[in-house]
């Protein structure tokens, strides 16, 4: 891959990144209701899918995926369910009351495990159809057909997950600096009921990708 071609794709994984989307919103989420440290297993998920989406897109599923109506279709229903299952999960979760004399919650209650949080990230990307969308239309402007299509891949995958990384750590680290002024249970049930819709509105929105996008 000539240099010219890597900083364009550079350049565009973090406009990629930086555009807002559900994966956005659940390292905002985690790292408001959890902190950094523990939203760092959700990114690494949400780096998981990415890689899969890549991966697929790179080696011309994603285009059948796009071509086929009924895969589409599947695709598609799944993410939006997915996601306004996440939405309806985040608006109904339960939170504690407060500490004896008012003090405020504790930053970390409740915490999911490092495995769902993972896969929490990871099936967050991974059934977002339009990143499959997305990957088919734009990988194929930076690969050329004359050289090695893995190693291309690699270069193009490892670029995109390590823009991301810091893109969506940045995400959960700004969301963490609230927890002080949110801690309170009242502040905690705004929250999840914020973030919840705006992941069902997410979902939601996910029925209108069309496949000629």
């Known amino acids: 891959m000539d240099w010219q071609v890597w900083w364009a794709y550079f350049f565009a994984s973090w406009a990629i990144a930086l555009s807002p989307g559900s994966g956005a919103v659940l390292s905002m989420t985690h790292g ?21 989406i890549l991966l697929v897109a790179g080696a011309g599923v994603g285009a059948v995926l ?23 999960k985040q608006w109904r979760a339960p939170v504690q009351g407060p500490a004896p004399g008012g003090e405020a919650l504790p930053a970390k209650a409740g915490v999911p495990s490092l495995r769902e949080r993972l896969a929490l990230g990871f099936f967050t990307n991974v059934t977002n ?34 823009v991301d990384l810091v893109v969506m750590h940045g995400y959960a680290f700004l969301a963490s600096r609230l927890q002080r002024w949110l801690a309170t249970a009242r502040a905690r049930r705004a929250q999840n009921r914020v973030f919840g819709g705006v992941l069902m509105l997410m979902g939601a929105s996910l029925m209108l990708v069309k496949r000629g996008t």
């Open 32 to 52: 408001l209701a959890y902190g950094v440290r523990a939203a760092s297993a959700t990114v690494l998920g949400l780096q998981l899918g990415l890689a899969v």
């Open 66 to 88: 796009v071509a086929s109506a009924t895969a589409f279709t599947v695709v598609k229903v799944v993410g939006a369910a997915y996601l306004i299952w996440l939405g309806i």
């Open 129 to 162: 159809p339009k990143g499959i969308v997305f990957m088919v239309a734009v990988l194929p402007q930076f690969i050329d057909p004359t050289k090695p299509l893995w190693l291309q891949l690699l270069v193009l995958l490892v670029t995109t997950i390590s």
